[in-house]
């Protein structure tokens, strides 16, 4: 049975040596290969043709390679570029980044050497191409701002775009729930300005952030003279989102007393301001959030079980981060469009997409801008690499090389940076203290070895073949 086409390559490069040779190695690999020793040739193929991936050498006659790639973005920005060198210097590598290409190749190189780039680079493609399908689908949803748009091709991130499409034009109580840093708030906007209430305000309040005489009073206003300090009435948030929507953020911080007033809105409207007898009536609808699980805290009794069903008519729940890692290369091109510092967008090398792939999230895509904002700071030549991301990512849990078994505090379990110290450490005693030898075991750059073994204290003697100024 044939095996399915992996995709479809253009190699433009003088050399036609190397450009047969890698036409005939990756046809047998099941990729469909196209070769011209021509760059413009190149960009009328790439014109009239489809291609996933562009294979080209940096020094040609005519047109170099990176301004090649550049005029092929034009044409078909999903394409992904890879450029091939014999000078690799570090100036090539950040002026092929800032044209837009996914990597570089050192000639000479294999075959077996380009299968993994390839690979990598296809899925790239393909992420490209399922983006753009899923701002087509997303085009019939409204978002006040590109600040505020929804990004993910994730299977959870569809669902979510389905049901906020379905959900948003209706009244009624929505429950978003998910960790903290998973965007609770963007999918309440997402509702509100898809709703026919968009024209009306959106107004959020954070139960967590007051104590609950305040709340009450910031919900649902208060008559002058309520409580010490009252000179004046005042509106409360309910009012204020009058004919629009109220987004309550995190809701399971509410006391039971607060739960039950909050019940009476949900369940005809009703409320009084604080320090009155006269009832008020509300038109608005109350989308909640909350990072705890609301079935246990309502078998604990610190959540009304009534509430908690009158709450959880649909639910939205966000997937934390590390579970939608595909969303990750779009989520980055995003904040480094819309967070953008200076005059140039910032590229990302793959060593270090590649360890933001891998990375866990705890803090999920709050974690990403923070990280995202500085590394921007540190980033030289608008590129960010290795070495602008911070150390507890560089060293992960699944570097290679093991650490000897790590024995519980007396405290309780050891902390992330002791057992980043304890792993660190052993790998510089493995290797004599050659920095050198133990960055590439750790998979980090030297400068990054020389930030951790100042943060912990690391300093040993010089290894073999290492002078004290490395």
Same mark, same amino acid.
């Given at each position: 049975?044939?095996?399915?086409?992996?995709?479809?390559?253009?190699?433009?490069?003088?050399?036609?040596?190397?450009?047969?040779?890698?036409?005939? *190695?990756?046809?047998?690999?099941?990729?469909?290969?196209?070769?011209? !020793?021509?760059?413009?040739?190149?960009?009328?193929?790439?014109?009239?043709?489809?291609?996933?991936?562009?294979?080209?050498?940096?020094?040609?006659?005519?047109?170099?390679?990176?301004?090649?790639?550049?005029?092929?973005?034009?044409?078909?920005?999903?394409?992904?570029?890879?450029?091939? !060198?014999?000078?690799?210097?570090?100036?090539?590598?950040?002026?092929?980044?800032?044209?837009?290409?996914?990597?570089?190749?050192?000639?000479?190189?294999?075959?077996?050497?380009?299968?993994?780039?390839? %690979?990598?680079?296809?899925?790239?493609?393909? =992420?490209?191409?399922?983006?753009?399908?899923?701002?087509?689908?997303?085009?019939?949803?409204?978002?006040?701002?590109?600040?505020?748009?929804?990004?993910?091709?994730?299977?959870?991130?569809?669902?979510?775009?389905?049901?906020?499409?379905?959900?948003?034009?209706?009244?009624?109580?929505?429950?978003?729930?998910?960790?903290?840093?998973? %965007?609770?708030?963007?999918?309440?906007?997402?509702?509100?300005?898809?709703?026919?209430?968009?024209?009306?305000?959106?107004?959020?309040?954070?139960?967590?952030?007051?104590?609950?005489?305040?709340?009450?009073?910031?919900?649902? %206003?208060?008559?002058? %003279?309520?409580?010490?300090?009252?000179?004046?009435?005042?509106?409360?948030?309910?009012?204020?989102?009058?004919?629009?929507?109220?987004?309550?953020?995190?809701?399971?911080?509410?006391?039971?007393?607060?739960?039950?007033?909050?019940?009476?809105?949900?369940?005809?409207?009703?409320?009084?301001?604080?320090?009155?007898?006269?009832?008020?009536?509300?038109?608005?609808?109350?989308?909640?959030?909350?990072?705890?699980?609301?079935?246990?805290?309502?078998?604990?009794?610190?959540?009304?079980?009534?509430?908690?069903?009158?709450?959880?008519?649909?639910?939205?729940?966000?997937?934390? /981060?590390?579970? $939608? $890692?595909?969303?990750?290369? /779009?989520?980055?091109?995003?904040?480094?469009?819309? $967070?953008?510092?200076?005059?140039?967008?910032?590229?990302?090398?793959?060593?270090?997409?590649?360890?933001?792939?891998?990375?866990?999230?705890?803090?999920?895509?709050?974690?990403?801008? *923070?990280?995202?904002?500085?590394?921007?700071?540190?980033?030289?030549?608008? !590129?960010?690499?290795?070495?602008?991301?911070?150390?507890?990512?560089?060293?992960?849990?699944?570097? !290679?090389?093991?650490?000897?078994?790590?024995?519980?505090?007396?405290?309780?379990? =050891?902390?992330?940076?002791?057992?980043?110290? *304890?792993?660190?450490?052993?790998? =510089?005693?493995?290797?004599?203290?050659?920095?050198?030898?133990?960055?590439?075991?750790?998979?980090?750059?030297?400068?990054?070895?020389?930030?951790?073994?100042?943060?912990?204290?690391?300093?040993?003697?010089?290894?073999?073949?290492?002078?004290?100024?490395?």
């Amino acid at each position: 049975m044939a095996q399915p086409l992996l995709g479809r390559i253009l190699v433009v490069d003088d050399e036609i040596d190397l450009a047969e040779s890698l036409e005939s *190695n990756l046809s047998r690999r099941n990729y469909e290969v196209s070769v011209t !020793t021509s760059p413009e040739e190149g960009l009328k193929l790439i014109e009239r043709g489809n291609f996933d991936l562009l294979l080209s050498d940096l020094m040609m006659p005519g047109m170099n390679g990176i301004d090649l790639l550049r005029k092929a973005l034009e044409i078909d920005p999903q394409l992904v570029g890879i450029i091939m !060198t014999g000078q690799a210097t570090v100036q090539t590598a950040i002026d092929a980044m800032k044209a837009g290409a996914f990597d570089y190749l050192l000639k000479p190189f294999k075959s077996d050497q380009v299968v993994p780039v390839l %690979g990598r680079a296809m899925e790239v493609r393909r =992420l490209r191409t399922e983006n753009v399908r899923l701002h087509q689908y997303v085009a019939r949803l409204t978002f006040e701002s590109a600040r505020y748009q929804m990004i993910g091709i994730s299977p959870g991130m569809r669902q979510i775009t389905q049901l906020i499409q379905k959900v948003a034009p209706t009244d009624s109580t929505v429950l978003i729930r998910g960790d903290t840093g998973t %965007g609770k708030e963007l999918v309440a906007r997402a509702l509100h300005y898809n709703s026919p209430r968009a024209k009306k305000a959106l107004v959020t309040i954070n139960c967590a952030a007051l104590q609950e005489n305040l709340l009450e009073s910031e919900l649902f %206003g208060h008559e002058k %003279g309520s409580f010490t300090g009252a000179t004046h009435a005042k509106h409360g948030l309910i009012e204020v989102a009058e004919g629009g929507t109220l987004f309550v953020d995190e809701i399971a911080e509410m006391s039971p007393t607060m739960q039950a007033k909050l019940l009476r809105v949900l369940e005809d409207g009703s409320y009084r301001r604080l320090g009155s007898t006269q009832e008020h009536h509300a038109d608005v609808r109350i989308i909640a959030a909350t990072n705890k699980p609301l079935e246990e805290e309502q078998k604990s009794g610190r959540f009304r079980e009534d509430l908690y069903y009158r709450l959880n008519v649909v639910a939205i729940a966000l997937p934390p /981060l590390r579970e $939608r $890692r595909e969303d990750i290369p /779009l989520l980055i091109d995003h904040f480094l469009t819309i $967070r953008q510092m200076g005059q140039r967008k910032y590229q990302v090398h793959p060593d270090a997409l590649d360890i933001m792939m891998r990375y866990p999230w705890p803090g999920n895509i709050r974690e990403l801008v *923070n990280v995202l904002e500085r590394a921007q700071i540190l980033a030289e030549e608008h !590129t960010i690499t290795m070495d602008d991301l911070p150390a507890n990512m560089i060293v992960h849990p699944t570097a !290679t090389t093991r650490s000897p078994p790590l024995e519980a505090s007396e405290t309780g379990p =050891l902390q992330l940076e002791a057992m980043e110290r *304890n792993h660190v450490r052993s790998i =510089l005693e493995q290797f004599k203290f050659n920095k050198v030898h133990a960055a590439k075991a750790l998979g980090i750059s030297r400068r990054a070895l020389y930030r951790l073994i100042a943060k912990y204290d690391l300093d040993g003697r010089h290894g073999e073949g290492e002078t004290p100024a490395e």
